[in-house]
């Protein structure tokens, strides 16, 4: 079986170059329709960068592997005279001589037949989904793709994407590790690119090497401290993202067992909020305006229920099932949350659990769920009851879908507004249910 190859990839740009970019992961995931199923005319006549994410955000999620290449490339860009780049990381060839090796063995015991094992690595998908996130800072934009493949990176594939980037200016920053090695060595790559290259045959002002965890989770932590707001260069920007998405638990462990009782404290640190959502100011209303966009376009929403061991829920999800609507309600003074927990309801009232766990979603997008629970319906998609798991689990399992209905978005960030000025005793939302609940 493939071994996990983790891919890391973060474009910054201005909006004019970022709508470029949008518009050449369009144009490959129509030139592979019949997998995707986009049709590039749902992108044209789209203005934002907004609408052009959201417009292919569903089909970049799900088909990410078939979103860097495709569509036709300028024949005077051929590449034919560069091999690009091959991950530091990879242990593609490892695996290719393992192959080979199996071949010859079998081939000399059984001389009259011809043994062929397995497929050659290639940046085959290992993930279901890419974690894709749109994402602004002033006037600047940066798209982050988050996947996994088998053995290696999709190398050739990334080539062909900034091969056939149009002209422009672009922060790139690309990191890869392997788990053949438990990611104690990191590829990292970052640097402007102008399209029409390959992704290595363009870089200035970046990086290009490769690191272990420790250094890592030394940029890591420096990066998550940094105000992207306040970043210079696009390169810059591009590597802050990237590094900071980086959450593979062998990547930014500390390596020293000195620090090991210090484990949560620093997750803590890692995963602090962004905005106080107690008491926002004006300034942070601004913010966390561009950042309610950034989230709406990740819906649908699909995460785990937590807590199902505790106040009798284990019984009360027997009585689940998958498709069933849920009621969801806001606590924004709940002990187990920093600002805002969310709790679910069947429709007899029975509370099943909390929506999100310590990782899924953020506290920053779970707040922002909690303002918008009028507008959001909540759909089971998954049950697993403690008695079909066996007696030895501890508690049920439970997937929800939250959906958004169709918003004024304007209308919507003005009584986020209103209602973030509440004392947040006094905030209390639940989600839109149908009539007969």
Same mark, same amino acid.
């Given at each position: 079986?493939?071994?996990?190859?983790?891919?890391?990839?973060?474009?910054?740009?201005?909006?004019?170059?970022?709508?470029?970019?949008?518009?050449?992961?369009?144009?490959?995931?129509?030139?592979?329709?019949?997998?995707?199923?986009?049709?590039?005319?749902?992108?044209?006549?789209?203005?934002?960068?907004?609408?052009?994410?959201?417009?292919?955000?569903?089909?970049?999620?799900?088909?990410?592997?078939?979103?860097?290449?495709?569509? &036709?490339?300028?024949?005077?860009?051929?590449?034919?005279?560069? #091999?690009?780049?091959?991950?530091?990381?990879?242990?593609?060839?490892?695996?290719?001589?393992?192959?080979?090796?199996?071949?010859?063995?079998?081939?000399?015991?059984?001389?009259?037949?011809?043994?062929?094992?397995?497929?050659? &690595?290639?940046?085959?998908?290992?993930?279901?989904?890419?974690?894709?996130?749109?994402?602004?800072?002033?006037?600047?934009?940066?798209?982050?793709?988050?996947?996994?493949?088998?053995?290696?990176?999709?190398? @050739?594939?990334?080539?062909?994407?900034?091969?056939?980037?149009?002209?422009?200016?672009?922060?790139?920053?690309?990191?890869?590790?392997?788990?053949?090695?438990?990611?104690?060595?990191?590829?990292?790559? @970052?640097?402007?690119?102008?399209?029409?290259?390959?992704?290595?045959?363009?870089?200035?002002?970046?990086?290009?090497?490769?690191?272990?965890?420790?250094?890592?989770?030394?940029?890591?932590?420096?990066?998550?401290?940094? *105000?992207?707001?306040?970043?210079?260069? #696009?390169?810059?920007?591009?590597?802050?993202?990237?590094?900071?998405?980086?959450?593979?638990?062998?990547?930014?462990?500390?390596?020293?067992?000195?620090?090991?009782?210090?484990?949560?404290?620093?997750?803590?640190?890692?995963?602090?909020?962004?905005?106080?959502?107690?008491? &926002?100011?004006?300034?942070?209303?601004?913010?966390?305006?561009?950042?309610?966009?950034?989230?709406?376009?990740?819906?649908?929403?699909?995460?785990?229920?937590?807590?199902?061991?505790?106040?009798?829920?284990?019984? *009360?999800?027997?009585?689940?099932?998958?498709?069933?609507?849920?009621?969801?309600?806001?606590?924004?003074?709940?002990?187990?949350?920093?600002?805002?927990?969310?709790?679910?309801?069947?429709?007899?009232?029975?509370? #099943?659990?909390?929506?999100g766990g310590y990782w899924n979603p953020s506290e920053d997008k779970r707040a922002v769920f909690a303002c918008l629970l009028p507008h959001i319906r909540a759909t089971v998609v998954n049950v697993e009851t403690q008695s079909s798991r066996g007696d030895w689990r501890k508690q049920a399992h439970l997937d929800v879908r939250l959906e958004l209905e169709p918003i004024d978005l304007p209308v919507v960030l003005e009584e986020m507004r209103s209602f973030l000025k509440l004392?947040?005793?006094?905030?209390?939302?639940?989600?839109?249910?149908?009539?007969?609940?």
């Amino acid at each position: 079986m493939a071994n996990y190859h983790t891919n890391d990839l973060a474009i910054a740009a201005d909006t004019e170059n970022m709508k470029k970019v949008l518009l050449n992961f369009a144009a490959n995931l129509a030139a592979n329709s019949e997998e995707t199923g986009f049709d590039f005319h749902d992108i044209l006549g789209l203005r934002s960068a907004e609408g052009m994410y959201q417009a292919i955000e569903s089909a970049l999620t799900c088909y990410y592997w078939l979103a860097f290449s495709g569509a &036709p490339v300028d024949e005077d860009l051929s590449s034919d005279n560069s #091999l690009g780049w091959e991950s530091s990381t990879s242990s593609a060839s490892g695996y290719a001589s393992q192959v080979e090796a199996l071949e010859r063995v079998f081939s000399s015991r059984f001389q009259d037949a011809d043994f062929k094992f397995g497929v050659r &690595p290639s940046g085959r998908p290992m993930s279901e989904e890419a974690s894709v996130e749109l994402s602004r800072y002033g006037d600047r934009w940066v798209i982050q793709l988050y996947y996994s493949t088998a053995w290696e990176p999709n190398s @050739s594939d990334i080539d062909s994407f900034f091969l056939g980037l149009p002209e422009g200016e672009y922060g790139v920053a690309f990191l890869d590790a392997d788990e053949y090695d438990g990611y104690e060595t990191i590829s990292v790559f @970052s640097g402007v690119h102008h399209g029409r290259a390959l992704l290595h045959d363009a870089a200035e002002e970046g990086e290009d090497d490769s690191i272990d965890s420790h250094e890592l989770w030394e940029l890591l932590k420096k990066g998550r401290a940094e *105000n992207r707001d306040e970043i210079d260069g #696009l390169a810059h920007l591009a590597f802050n993202c990237a590094v900071s998405q980086w959450n593979d638990w062998g990547s930014w462990e500390e390596p020293y067992e000195d620090d090991y009782d210090d484990t949560d404290s620093r997750l803590e640190k890692l995963n602090a909020p962004l905005f106080n959502w107690d008491n &926002p100011n004006e300034d942070e209303f601004e913010k966390i305006s561009d950042y309610v966009i950034g989230v709406l376009s990740t819906f649908p929403f699909e995460c785990e229920v937590t807590g199902a061991k505790y106040l009798g829920r284990n019984q *009360n999800i027997e009585h689940c099932i998958s498709g069933s609507e849920v009621c969801l309600k806001s606590d924004w003074n709940s002990p187990y949350f920093k600002y805002a927990g969310i709790e679910l309801f069947d429709k007899e009232g029975r509370s #099943l659990g909390n929506v999100g766990g310590y990782w899924n979603p953020s506290e920053d997008k779970r707040a922002v769920f909690a303002c918008l629970l009028p507008h959001i319906r909540a759909t089971v998609v998954n049950v697993e009851t403690q008695s079909s798991r066996g007696d030895w689990r501890k508690q049920a399992h439970l997937d929800v879908r939250l959906e958004l209905e169709p918003i004024d978005l304007p209308v919507v960030l003005e009584e986020m507004r209103s209602f973030l000025k509440l004392d947040p005793k006094k905030r209390s939302l639940s989600s839109a249910v149908s009539e007969e609940h």
